[in-house]
């Protein structure tokens, strides 16, 4: 019952470590825009807007915009589906030489992401919960000197979802992945899926190619962060007066 008792616990503390770790990972990458700028000039972003953007049905003159304009206005999607939605029908893109001034998003796509604002939202409510529990369970181990689990533990448990995943997205493929978790979050009378050629958004994010990167950096970066929190509170618990 005992050894039953610290497996539960030691399962519990990886958990909420974890997810303590990803929602850590996301707000860094979030304030820095996810590192767009890097994206566009290195997974072929900047090739995809020059070749898709002359084709879009919707709009016009989008392959014509700067670097620096693109950024902008990924950091303005960013600023806006982690503030509710708000302000995603005024983006707007401009090529001056041109004369052109216009909305970058249709409404199919605004809904869209205020769907995704919407799933950001109802997940960042968990946030203030999730790290009190992390709290209060650390305290708990403090009062009643309880180990932390040990590294051998924590690998062990993580590998295995790890490698699970790897198995399944081996097995399936991310973009079928990818797709489907889209098909299971989003209402169903709501688009998606969007062809580069009706697309400003899908052509600046060469969608999927981009979430695949944010998703590797968001995994790396979660995966230091759970580091850096573990040995933390190993040091808290070691050094707390008994």
């Known amino acids: 019952m005992l050894k039953l008792a610290t497996i539960t616990r030691s399962m519990v503390y990886n958990l909420l470590t ?13 304030a820095s825009n ?7 000039d290195h997974i072929g972003i900047a090739e995809n807007i020059s070749q898709y953007g002359p084709e879009n049905i919707y709009r016009t003159g989008f392959a014509d915009t700067s670097r620096d304009q693109r950024i902008d206005l990924f950091a303005q999607i960013c600023h806006a589906i982690s503030h509710q939605g ?10 001056a030489e041109k004369g052109i001034e216009s909305p970058l998003l249709h409404q199919a796509e605004i809904t869209h992401l ?11 409510q968990f946030e203030p919960i999730l790290f009190l529990l992390w709290l209060v369970l650390l305290g708990t181990m403090i ?10 533990q924590l690998l062990l448990v993580n590998a295995i979802w790890v490698g699970a995943v790897a198995v399944l997205i081996a097995a399936v493929g ?13 209402p169903d009378n709501h688009q998606w899926f969007f062809y580069y050629h009706e697309s400003l958004m899908s052509t600046m994010m060469k969608a999927p190619d981009l979430f695949l990167y944010i998703g590797l950096t968001l995994g790396a970066l ?7 929190l573990h040995l933390s509170c190993g040091a808290i618990v070691r050094q707390w007066p008994r």
């Open 18 to 30: 974890l997810c303590l770790s990803v929602f850590l990972a996301w707000h860094i990458l979030l």
């Open 34 to 40: 996810f590192f767009y700028g890097f994206w566009h």
């Open 86 to 95: 708000a302000g995603l029908a005024n983006i707007r893109y401009s090529v």
């Open 114 to 124: 205020q769907d995704v604002a919407n799933l950001i939202t109802a997940l960042q």
């Open 143 to 152: 009062a009643k000197s309880w180990a932390l689990p040990s590294y051998r």
């Open 174 to 186: 991310w973009v079928a992945i990818f797709y489907k978790l889209h098909t299971l979050v989003f």
């Open 222 to 228: 979660a995966t230091l962060l759970y580091i850096a």
